[in-house]
């Protein structure tokens, strides 16, 4: 029992779940826009998202000279290891798609470091953290597998996907900035901080109307997409629902992370039948 707690939480604090969680929206991208399996840019994703979310949680204890526990150093090698493994599947991307990536990568060391003096990073800039993070993730499981594929981004259909992508993830950040409301700093600003969690929680429920009604305006309507797309709305509303500062951590970072993958497994199964 005590190794798989100990494996449980490497593949949690290692930022593993939410790499599958990343990757998931990925593969439906590809699946959504019947792309077939791109290996490199599953692998950039994957493993960027390992090496990339443990740098932005664990920098500071190093920049601090904080206690470094076994643990913490073991992610650390499986941050390396994966940061290793992005840099090589980038190089096999397409030169284009690598530009993006470099964007985006900049996005990152701006959002952890401070660059600026007297300055905090923008992670802890009011009000700016949840549109970076959905920025990011909109734009590596959408706009990076088309670049990839040679496939044009500029189509109505991926607006409405990133639009739709961009939405989701936020939904998914308000479930977490209601169950860390009590522990997060209160210069941070955060929604549940500034409306009260009741309130977030019906934004929560607008915002999953608002990505259910896009679903809509695509080109072309498939009745398993709404089913689907419902179906995930009903699940995330629930969590939405059930979120409190009384939760467990786990009630995110492995339930609420879960969603993605969830969300995948229902397209799957949709299209086997």
Known sequence: MNVFR???RLYIHGSIHVAFAVLSLLLMTLHIFQLPFDAPIAAYVFFGTIGGYNFVKYEDYFRSKKHITTELKVITAISIVALLLSGWAFLLLARITQITCIVFFVLTLLYTVPLFPRRKNMRNWTGIKIYMVALCWAGITVLLPLQNAGMPVVLVDVALKCAQ??????ILILIFEIIDSKEDDPLLMTV???IGIK???WLNIGLLLL???LTF???AISTKELVINFVLVVVTALFTVFATPNRSKYYTLFWVESIPIFWLLLVLLASAY
């Open 211 to 213: 990505f259910y009604i």
């Open 6 to 8: 100990t494996l449980f």
């Open 165 to 170: 992508r961009f939405i989701f993830v936020i």
């Open 217 to 219: 305006f695509k080109t």
């Open 192 to 194: 549940p901080q500034k």
């Open 199 to 201: 309130y977030t929680q």
